[in-house]
């Protein structure tokens, strides 16, 4: 490709609107451009790197015996009311109207028209496993669409949806697509790894994202460098100690005490009460579907929200306002406990179990109880773990200190079990003439994301350093001067046609512009080899070739094309 025949827009200052570096680069380097918030078009040289990213997912699904099929974008709600979604994933759907005022959905994610697809075509134990594929543009009401393509509003997803007769086969199809994921970011030349994740109200039964550390990641891992322990924040368990209080004090009745302006775990810790935080139960109202519920945890201890979803089984619900908390329990914020409550469920984080001498609130403004016996004195429905662990905490494999880093979720495997197959009918006949539901798996790769994820790790002050596996060409051919008629333009016409010929994806630099600008610009869009050809380097018989981040090799002419071909062979 000529430069002057293309459009390739590079930015010498750095765009106000672009938050993180990645984001920054796809602009300057003239990659894509922002129609509105989280709406990018792809100009000519970001699309050749997205679509060699898809190239590599593809590959690696196909490899991995996966079909492709293509679904439409546009989905009937009927089929989210038949899986459920329709109320739970309220907040991301997008909705239109057609003519005649139908509703339309324009599909986050695909499950549901899979599923629909499968209970049509598959009946039978002989037609499976099967496992499908598509690369689609997704659309998502994301409530803060952000930094360029990591979290947009339209963006392309590859999703996979493997359907088996068992679990054992289901498990094995998982294994198949973690199994390619790790393939895919290695070849995209990306650091990702696979740490275990939540499955929330999905209740499936495992999953795992494939994270990229990076600064800007909107997740945290944690993670153990001794032993191989890796979880999302939202999955991360720790081994910490109960803490159990000595024996002597454990007995004693309940006693109120009258605390005064004190509203905080914080406030109480302080003299005159001097309670310290893991001596007090932290209660927390939240109103789950409509519902108010209880839920305990040790007064230094944070909730976890995704934690709470799956004991829950909703993701409908928030905090109770002050009026809800008032009539749940007589009291205000600051002052509340679970002692002697009844009628409200009770949800209580498993430090909390068989934990004596606490200190709570009343349930009456401005008086708290002390020597409460957690197992005596509450009624608890549902013991669970529902804390968020912290940075240094004893890692649940090896007790060594675990580590929280943040990272970009590139993708996610998930083995979902039944609940759509049943909820759609995705149902197959075995062996012995029995009918039974499909044992499925979902898998997930946000590809543009992916594509930016790769510039949040490969890059340096002068701009991109494509892998070349991704780069959008391989080599930009730089005559440094373009008069027709002179050896230097006539060589790098050479060279050029010879590598186009040879197969390699070159870009020729044939614009007007001082050598300083053709560098700087070849520099910032990041192609990893770059031929030089001027007169200076001519006169002495070589041209120059120089590694975008690397070394300068002088060749001569006639060896130049072997010799890029062998250094794209290295990379
Ligand atoms: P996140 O927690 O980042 O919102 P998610 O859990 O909603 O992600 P999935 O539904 O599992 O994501 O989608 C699969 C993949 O699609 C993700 O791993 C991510 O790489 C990508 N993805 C999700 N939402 C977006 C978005 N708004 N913009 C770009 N990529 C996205
Ligand atoms: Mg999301």
Not at 100 to 125: D, F, M, N, Q, R
Not at 278 to 302: C, N, W
Not at 480 to 487: E, F, K, N
Not at 526 to 541: D, F, N, T, W, Y
Request: proline content about 5%; charged content about 25%.
């Amino acid at each position: 490709m000529r430069w002057s025949q293309t459009l390739i827009p590079t930015l010498r200052e750095t765009p106000a609107e672009a938050e993180i570096l990645s984001h920054q680069l796809l602009l300057r380097a003239g990659l894509i451009r922002k129609l509105a918030g989280g709406l990018y078009t792809f100009l000519p040289l970001g699309l050749r790197v997205l679509r060699k990213v898809e190239q590599i997912v593809r590959e690696e699904m196909d490899r991995a015996g996966a079909l492709e099929v293509l679904m439409p974008a546009l989905q009937p709600p009927e089929i989210w009311q038949q899986s459920g979604r329709y109320e739970t994933a309220q907040d991301v759907l997008f909705k239109v109207r057609d003519r005649a005022k139908k509703e339309w959905l324009l599909g986050p994610t695909h499950e549901e028209v899979i599923t629909t697809l499968v209970a049509g075509e598959i009946s039978s134990y002989r037609q499976l496993p099967k496992n499908f594929y598509q690369i689609q543009t997704k659309f998502r009401d994301e409530i803060r669409p952000r930094f360029g393509l990591m979290r947009a509003k339209e963006f392309i997803m590859k999703d996979a949806y493997s359907f088996d007769t068992t679990d054992e086969g289901a498990q094995a199809s998982y294994q198949k697509m973690y199994n390619a994921y790790v393939r895919i970011f290695q070849r995209c030349g990306l650091k990702a790894v696979p740490v275990e994740a939540a499955t929330g109200v999905m209740g499936g039964k495992f999953s795992h994202e494939f994270m990229v550390p990076a600064e800007t990641g909107e997740n945290e891992v944690v993670y153990c460098d001794t032993s191989d322990y890796a979880a999302n924040l939202e999955k991360a368990t720790s081994k910490i100690e109960r803490k159990h209080t000595e024996a002597g004090s454990a007995d004693l009745p309940i006693e109120k005490f009258a605390t005064p302006g004190v509203g905080t775990i914080e406030a109480l810790s302080r003299a005159p009460y001097q309670v310290p935080a893991d001596g007090q139960i932290k209660t927390l109202v939240f109103m789950a579907e409509s519902k108010p519920v209880i839920i305990l945890l040790r007064g230094d201890h944070q909730l976890n929200e995704t934690k709470l979803a799956g004991v829950l089984g909703t993701t409908t619900f928030r905090a109770a306002t002050a009026e809800e908390v008032f009539a749940a329990l007589g009291a205000h914020p600051g002052s509340l406990g679970a002692v002697g409550v009844k009628q409200i469920a009770v949800y209580a984080d498993a430090m909390l179990r068989g934990v004596r001498d606490m200190t709570t609130g009343a349930n009456e403004d401005g008086f708290h109880l002390r020597h409460v016996s957690i197992e005596r004195d509450l009624q608890v429905k549902e013991w669970a773990d529902l804390r968020t662990v912290q940075a240094g905490e004893p890692c649940p494999v090896c007790g060594r200190p675990l580590r929280i880093q943040r990272a970009i979720e590139v993708g996610h495997v998930f083995k979902l079990g039944t609940k759509y197959s049943q909820a759609m009918g995705a149902l197959f006949l075995n062996e012995s003439g029995q009918q039974h539901p499909a044992v499925m798996g979902c898998y997930g790769i946000g590809v543009t994301r992916t594509m930016q994820a790769v510039i949040e790790q490969h890059f340096d002050k002068d701009g991109i350093l494509w892998p070349i596996s991704v780069a959008p060409y391989a080599v930009c051919v730089t005559p440094l001067g373009i008069d027709p008629a002179s050896p230097v333009m006539q060589l790098a016409e050479k060279i050029y046609a010879e590598l186009t010929a040879q197969g390699v994806e070159a870009l020729f630099d044939d614009r007007d512009e001082r050598p300083g600008v053709k560098f700087k610009d070849s520099e910032l869009i990041g192609i990893p080899l770059r031929l030089g050809v001027g007169e200076r380097s001519l006169a002495k018989g070589v041209v120059e070739i120089k590694r975008r981040g690397g070394e300068l090799i002088t060749v001569k002419p006639e060896e130049a094309v072997a010799k890029v071909i062998e250094l794209i062979g290295q990379r």
